[in-house]
């Protein structure tokens, strides 16, 4: 037998009647449903100025205006014609176009946006909030311009919707068992991240006089926000210690903690072209990146096209990026059981359930889900 058949026989052996995960599959699935998202930037502007920001330190959002919420309700129709049922909304800060997301509601019923947590999102907005925090006090200011994470706490503590993720980086490690104890003690969710630099980060690093900008202060060859060997080793650590400590409150899984860390990267990536073959957040036929002027980006590598494949550890796109590797998890029994809890792990994360009474009219409450990892190992 090939190692092929190998792990599809043992794919049909966990999934036959009766096996407990096979039963776990099953469950999830019904929970999650069918989704096919796409991704949409929805706004130019922020509020803040990140050091290495993954919009603004690259190109992809030159010569790309924004559109009217009308438009972009016209948009957002032909979207869930085209099958759309799950939206992802980023940009610089999508809270500064709420007309915009509001449109998106009346037409994609489940979504996520990112948002650095400053503005309040409209409490009718059916979709899944991550609010991004690079750091405490005085180094989060440093980071970002200000220090916004007592707002943002203050903004979401009781926001159902809203999960805190701490970008974890060379400068911040030692912080995050503070921001987790704080997020505790407020009754809020968190995950983490792990910054990863754009490419142009990565050349003005070895510029001998680089550039400097908002958005490029500070960062040198001896002074940024890349992890190195050890800085990964730590933050596993690190993480394990918060899931360990605070397992209500982090929105996480040892499997992918495990995965995430792998000191040989987490892509495949081509010397020649820079562009990683393994990667579960590529654009496809179905999966778009959309700029803030509704305009396809057409070969763009990924929702974030600005990023650095070779040190790419952005926690959205690695988690699609471990489901859709199904095979590397149907080895044995605890292999796919590590995959479970990975899918667990981003259902937790990226969608929402919430009372009837406060969805939108337009929203089907059916639950319907993202696109399916691997699906040729996916049983109909």
């Given at each position: 037998m090939s190692f092929r058949a190998g792990l599809m026989s043992n794919f049909k052996d966990f999934l036959s009647p009766g096996h407990s995960l096979g039963e776990r599959f099953?469950?999830?699935?019904?929970?999650?449903?069918?989704?096919?998202?796409?991704?949409?930037?929805?706004?130019?502007?922020?509020?803040?100025?990140?050091?290495?920001?993954l919009f603004f330190l690259g190109s992809?959002?030159?010569?790309?205006?924004?559109?009217?919420?009308?438009?972009?309700?016209?948009?957002?129709?032909k979207e869930a014609a085209r099958g759309v049922t799950y939206g992802q909304f980023g940009g610089a800060e999508p809270?500064?176009?709420?007309?915009?997301?509001?449109?998106a509601a009346r037409h994609l019923p489940r979504g996520v946006v990112f948002s650095n947590g400053t503005i309040r999102l409209?409490?009718?907005?059916?979709?899944?909030?991550?609010?991004?925090?690079?750091?405490?006090?005085e180094q989060g200011a440093k980071l970002r311009g200000a220090d916004v994470f007592t707002k943002a706490l203050?903004?979401?503590?009781?926001?159902?919707?809203?999960?805190?993720?701490?970008?974890?980086?060379?400068?911040?490690?030692?912080?995050?068992?503070?921001?987790?104890?704080?997020?505790?003690?407020?009754?809020?969710?968190?995950?983490?991240?792990?910054?990863s630099p754009t490419l142009e980060y990565g050349r003005r690093l070895v510029e001998t006089q680089a550039a400097r900008?908002?958005?490029?202060?500070?960062?040198?060859?001896?002074?940024?926000?890349?992890?190195?060997?050890?800085?990964?080793?730590?933050?596993q650590e690190l993480i394990t210690a918060a899931l360990d400590a605070h397992p209500e409150t982090v929105v996480y899984s040892h499997a992918f903690n495990r995965w995430i860390h792998r000191p040989e990267g987490v892509y495949e990536v081509d010397p020649d072209t820079g562009m990683p073959s393994n990667c579960g957040s590529r654009v496809t036929a179905h999966y778009r990146h959309f700029h803030?002027?509704?305009?396809?980006?057409g070969d763009a590598k990924c929702c974030t096209p600005n990023i650095d494949c070779r040190n790419c550890r952005l926690y959205a796109q690695s988690l699609s990026s471990a489901l859709h590797r199904m095979r590397e998890f149907t080895g044995s029994a605890d292999d796919f059981s590590d995959w479970l809890d990975i899918w667990e792990h981003w259902r937790r994360l990226f969608l929402v359930e919430r009372p009837a009474e406060r969805r939108t009219e337009s929203l089907d409450p059916a639950p319907q889900f993202v696109r399916e990892p691997d699906a040729a190992l996916v049983p109909a």
């Open positions: 099953r469950a999830l699935r019904r929970s999650i449903g069918h989704i096919r998202p796409s991704q949409y930037d929805v706004a130019r502007t922020c509020n803040l100025s990140c050091e290495g920001c992809d959002y030159e010569a790309h205006g924004e559109k009217d919420a009308e438009a972009f309700d016209q948009f957002f129709a809270a500064l176009r709420q007309d915009v997301l509001r449109a409209d409490p009718a907005l059916p979709y899944a909030i991550h609010i991004s925090v690079w750091g405490l006090g203050r903004n979401y503590r009781d926001d159902p919707r809203a999960t805190f993720i701490f970008t974890l980086n060379s400068g911040n490690l030692e912080s995050a068992p503070e921001f987790v104890r704080i997020c505790a003690d407020a009754g809020v969710r968190v995950s983490f991240s792990h910054f900008n908002d958005y490029f202060r500070f960062s040198s060859t001896s002074d940024n926000l890349m992890l190195d060997g050890d800085g990964l080793t730590r933050a803030t002027d509704m305009s396809d980006a």
